[in-house]
């Protein structure tokens, strides 16, 4: 026997939810023949062209190397493209190619239904606390690293 039931562990909770949105926004993503860190990518680089792979990796919430992957299939797809930046040669810029910004826009309104999906179970304060209590998860979570 544990010291805690599994159904009141918070944690679980949160990482059921997480991993239906996950699988919920994979299988809208398939169109577009992205996975949800690709599509994840993408949206920032829409965002912000020309970002680094670390900071890329840390607005997506993966690791360095998983960046790497992400970013190694993206332009091998002709996604991206990735060029020195013109004062720190060991710094990659990343950029959408056409191509890459129109997988990006169909992607991007897949996940835009799952996310209005979801949003459209909860009133507006549902939505707004629900919010709010993330955030403390978060807040509370960060402070015991």
């Known amino acids: 026997?544990?010291?805690?039931?599994?159904?009141?562990?918070?944690?679980?909770?949160?990482?059921?939810?997480?991993?239906?949105?996950?699988?919920?926004?994979?299988?809208?993503?398939?169109?577009?023949?992205?996975?949800?860190?690709?599509?994840?990518?993408?949206?920032?680089?829409?965002?912000?062209?020309?970002?680094?792979?670390?900071?890329l990796a840390r607005l997506?919430?993966?690791?360095?190397?998983?960046?790497?992957?992400?970013?190694?299939?993206?332009?091998?797809?002709?996604?991206?493209?990735?060029s020195p930046h013109e004062w720190h040669r060991n710094v990659l810029e990343t950029r959408l190619t056409q191509e890459g910004r129109a997988v990006m826009e169909q992607a991007d309104a897949a996940a835009v239904a799952v996310e209005r999906a979801l949003a459209a179970e909860f009133s507006e304060e549902e939505r707004e606390l629900l919010v709010r209590l993330l955030g403390r998860c978060a807040?509370?979570?960060d402070a015991r690293r």
């Open 1 to 55: 026997m544990t010291s805690m039931p599994p159904e009141e562990r918070i944690g679980s909770h949160v990482k059921r939810a997480e991993q239906a949105l996950l699988a919920a926004k994979n299988a809208a993503l398939k169109p577009s023949a992205v996975t949800v860190p690709q599509y994840a990518a993408l949206l920032w680089l829409a965002e912000k062209p020309g970002i680094s792979a670390a900071a």
């Open 139 to 141: 807040q509370v979570l």
């Open 60 to 82: 997506c919430g993966v690791t360095p190397p998983t960046m790497t992957t992400v970013l190694k299939n993206l332009q091998e797809r002709g996604l991206i493209e990735r």
